[in-house]
């Protein structure tokens, strides 16, 4: 039975991957290496908890001793790499733990890899020839966008907070771990999830938690920054894939095709709530715009034909189906 290594995985996105995993795959085990910092969950690890497949190590991986530990121990034929700070507003008060765990903890992650797998550069283990490292990654390192165009796996890098160049960052030494030594490394840069699990801070939820409390629901700005929406579940099957069938060295762009800006979003989720958990006011009603923060990205939107050409995958559901669904998930958290 393999065993995989996934890294904050009590997170919103790395909980749903790995009850993605144990459910599509009998014959994995699944070792979830996470720190349980303030968007490291209980709750969302509930569904597998009790899967005698699955085992929650709470450490951190900047550990160099404890990931080695945990590679001697379990011999891991893959590793799935979720595990980072990535709120942009923490980033621009707080920069010092992105670039700790985001640059620091990959690289711990990706060399204790290497020497597990690897005899030296471009020579692998014998027994470790599939063995693969997955990075997950985010939009957010290409920069902002204007009104037109999409971002493809060739677009230049300009990130522009601590968060998202510490997630350039960590690309680059992945990156360069292939040209390097050789060793069998993939990319996935992801647009905007949302659903299940997500932490209270980021957007959806707050505008679905505001609303319900009867607190005024923050919009940046003017509400018009545009982001590509992608359900995290169609992320799941994405990375999945690209592990499968990816081809070592590559970058995967997985975006969902829905630009949605974020009036949009609070509107729809408040006409939604208005439908199913009505009042005598709409929820509407509470949009309350509020100072743009520092270096607010206007736009993001990923071109993801070549993990849908290539691979096969594409997102199964658009903005107003998920949207349903994840509303129903926080109106039972909430209320």
């Known amino acids: 039975m393999k065993k995989y290594l996934v890294t904050g995985g009590a997170g919103f996105i790395g909980s749903n991957f790995i009850e993605h995993l144990l459910d599509s795959n009998s014959t994995i085990e699944?070792?979830?290496?996470?720190?349980?910092?303030?968007?490291?969950?209980?709750?969302?690890?509930?569904s597998f908890s009790g899967n005698d497949r699955y085992e929650l190590v709470k450490g951190d991986i900047c550990d160099r001793n404890l990931v080695e530990k945990l590679f001697q121990e379990h011999d891991f034929a893959g590793v799935f790499h979720f595990a980072a700070e990535s709120h942009v507003d923490n980033s621009i008060s707080g920069p010092e733990a992105f670039i700790k765990t985001n640059i620091n903890g990959t690289f711990t992650l990706l060399d204790v890899a290497r020497k597990h797998w690897m005899e030296a550069p471009g020579k692998v283990k014998a027994g470790k020839e599939s063995?693969?490292?997955?990075?997950?990654?985010?939009?957010?390192?290409?920069?902002?966008?204007?009104?037109?165009g999409l971002f493809t796996e060739e677009t230049p890098y300009a990130p522009n907070s601590p968060y998202s160049a510490s997630k350039a960052s960590s690309d680059f030494i992945v990156r360069s771990y292939f040209h390097t030594y050789g060793m069998n490394v993939v990319t996935t840069n992801c647009s905007n999830n949302y659903g299940p699990n997500q932490h209270d801070e980021k957007l959806i939820p707050t505008i679905i938690r505001n609303a319900v409390k009867g607190n005024p629901i923050p919009i940046y700005g003017d509400g018009l920054n545009v982001r590509d929406w992608l359900f995290v579940k169609d992320h799941c099957t994405g990375i999945n894939l690209t592990f499968e069938k990816g081809r070592s060295g590559e970058t995967y762009n997985i975006g969902g095709r829905n630009e949605r800006n974020n009036l949009y979003i609070s509107h729809t989720i408040c006409e939604i709530l208005d439908r199913i958990e009505p009042r005598s006011a709409s929820y509407k009603e509470q949009i309350t715009f509020?100072?743009?923060?520092?270096?607010?990205d206007l736009r993001y939107a990923i071109d993801a034909s070549k993990i849908e050409g290539e691979l096969g995958w594409k997102?199964?559901?658009?903005?107003?189906?998920g949207i349903?669904?994840?509303?129903k998930h926080y109106l039972e958290k909430y209320l």
């Open 290 to 296: 509020v100072t743009d923060r520092p270096g607010h």
């Open 131 to 148: 063995a693969r490292f997955l990075h997950v990654s985010t939009d957010e390192v290409y920069g902002s966008l204007g009104k037109e």
């Open 324 to 327: 349903e669904k994840t509303i």
């Open 30 to 46: 699944v070792i979830n290496l996470d720190l349980m910092t303030y968007a490291g969950r209980e709750e969302n690890m509930t």
């Open 315 to 321: 997102a199964q559901e658009n903005f107003e189906s």
